[in-house]
């Protein structure tokens, strides 16, 4: 099933995990006052989004080069395409800060930063498990990324419910609702990542 020697796609997979960890980490970091503060949050998450669609690229064109992978080739394709995807809702999100110019945070943005911080980093320990072979122990990140999925899904009502009480501004409500909703999203895209996961471990095992 797998080479010896460390395949240049498990190289190329750890890499734009890693990036998606490190967006992660700047798309948490919402301090903002200005809207200029809110453009240096969106461009910062652009530079990461970026990068991944180069990883991404790369991960193509060296597809379309190797006979021989580690793991059948539509398998590594999906999990990158997966990857790329959680990035392109996060940038999509910080983007949504800035062209409505929502210059604050509360708590619910908060609890859906938490929880798809913590599913990236449950990736990036699967990938880790996946490039060292031991694809049975990938199982319980796979979960756990569900588990942070689902909890998004609540956070995602709750929210709902506290912004049609609590706001009294129709385009305001609009605003957060679709950034709230936007949220969530990529904690589907993170859900889809752990599906990938699942395909893999099932062919492989």
Same mark, same amino acid.
């Given at each position: 099933? /797998?080479?010896?020697?460390?395949? !240049?796609?498990?190289?190329?997979? %750890?890499?734009?995990? =890693?990036?998606?960890?490190?967006?992660?980490?700047?798309?948490?970091?919402?301090?903002?006052?200005?809207?200029?503060?809110?453009?240096? =949050?969106?461009?910062?998450?652009?530079?990461?989004?970026?990068?991944?669609?180069?990883?991404?690229?790369?991960?193509?064109?060296?597809?379309?080069?190797?006979?021989?992978? #580690?793991?059948?080739?539509?398998?590594?394709?999906?999990?990158?395409?997966?990857?790329d995807d959680v990035?392109?809702?996060?940038?999509?999100?910080?983007?949504? /800060?800035?062209?409505?110019?929502?210059?604050?945070?509360?708590?619910?943005?908060?609890? /859906?930063?938490?929880?798809?911080?913590?599913?990236?980093?449950?990736?990036?320990?699967?990938?880790?498990?996946?490039?060292? !072979?031991?694809?049975?122990?990938?199982?319980?990140?796979?979960?756990?990324?569900?588990?942070f999925e689902t909890?998004?899904?609540?956070?995602?009502?709750?929210?709902?419910?506290h912004i049609f009480?609590? %706001?009294?501004? #129709?385009?305001?409500?609009?605003?957060?609702?679709?950034? =709230?909703?936007?949220?969530?999203?990529?904690?589907?895209?993170?859900?889809?990542?752990?599906?990938?996961? %699942?395909?893999?471990?099932?062919?492989?095992?």
């Open positions: 099933m /797998f080479n010896k020697k460390k395949d !240049k796609f498990m190289i190329q997979l %750890e890499e734009m995990v =890693y990036n998606l960890d490190r967006a992660a980490i700047e798309f948490g970091k919402m301090d903002f006052n200005t809207h200029l503060d809110l453009k240096a =949050y969106s461009d910062n998450i652009k530079t990461y989004e970026s990068h991944g669609d180069e990883l991404m690229h790369q991960v193509i064109s060296d597809l379309n080069q190797t006979f021989i992978t #580690p793991i059948e080739r539509e398998d590594i394709l999906s999990l990158c395409n997966a990857i990035l392109d809702a996060m940038e999509e999100t910080s983007a949504m /800060f800035e062209m409505y110019s929502i210059e604050y945070t509360d708590d619910y943005m908060a609890e /859906f930063v938490d929880n798809i911080q913590k599913a990236v980093a449950e990736m990036k320990l699967a990938v880790g498990l996946l490039v060292e !072979k031991k694809l049975s122990h990938m199982r319980i990140h796979s979960i756990n990324i569900k588990e909890n998004c899904d609540g956070i995602l009502r709750q929210s709902i419910k009480n609590s %706001e009294t501004d #129709p385009v305001t409500l609009i605003k957060i609702k679709e950034i =709230y909703e936007s949220m969530e999203e990529i904690s589907d895209k993170c859900q889809a990542v752990a599906n990938n996961f %699942e395909t893999i471990i099932m062919k492989n095992s």
